[in-house]
């Protein structure tokens, strides 16, 4: 039986909070091999008595055993659990690193206090900061989270953001002018702002920098 496992039952007793199963099975992604995982956590599910809440974190975890043990990408964003006094239970190493992009001096360990004030009962459950989007979802005494950089077109208004889509997407200062309802004028005006805030000089570049992202809230 592997430790982590074992570590649950020390006490002769099947655990069965949420949060518990949750630590161990995140836990043990980052110590038991990509071979030996699967079958780890099908164990830990079915021998701890795990409700079917658990099933969706489990094919997360494997996920995320196989990113950390074979320098896979990880999976669809960057992920880390934490309790909700913003003590880091588990943090992936992209996750750490999406951290460090927005505060800098940040150690881990601890969730950053802006961070975390967005993330308490009450709150939105999602911060949206210069540089990362961190979204979370509560799992017992625990919060799920899931970060992202954030989108080059974050900084950009309403209308300068639906024109550098248009023009990315190759539509003529003609063709956006009639989508948006705007002169001329107005398009050029929309894409020499957006290219100043974006830090690029043509549609080559400005194609590049959006490609694969979606305006805000999309």
């Not at 430790?3 to 909070?17: I, Y």
């Amino acid at each position: 039986m592997h430790m982590a496992l074992a570590c649950c039952r020390s006490q002769g007793t099947v655990v069965e909070t949420l949060d518990t199963i949750l630590l161990t099975l995140y836990g043990a992604a980052a110590e038991v091999s990509p071979a030996e995982f699967p079958a780890f956590a099908a164990s830990l599910v079915t021998g701890l008595g795990a409700s079917a809440r658990v099933a969706p974190h489990v094919q997360q975890a494997i996920g995320i055993n196989r990113a950390l043990n074979l320098a896979a990408p990880l999976p669809s964003s960057a992920s880390a659990i934490c309790r909700t006094d913003g003590a880091l239970q588990f943090s992936a190493p992209a996750f750490t690193a999406l951290l460090q992009m927005e505060w800098p001096d940040c150690e881990g360990g601890m969730l950053p206090a802006e961070l975390l004030a967005m993330l308490r009962p009450g709150a939105p459950l999602a911060y949206s900061g210069r540089r990362i989007v961190v979204n979370a979802k509560a799992a017992g005494e625990l919060l799920m989270l899931a970060g992202r950089a954030q989108s080059p077109l974050a900084n950009l208004s309403q209308r300068e953001t639906q024109t550098v889509m248009l023009f990315g997407a190759g539509k003529s200062t003609k063709e956006i002018a009639r989508v948006l309802d705007v002169t001329h004028n107005s398009v050029r005006n929309f894409v020499q702002r957006a290219y100043k805030k974006l830090g690029v000089s043509d549609k080559a570049e400005l194609a590049v920098l959006i490609g694969g992202w979606s305006a805000p809230g999309v």
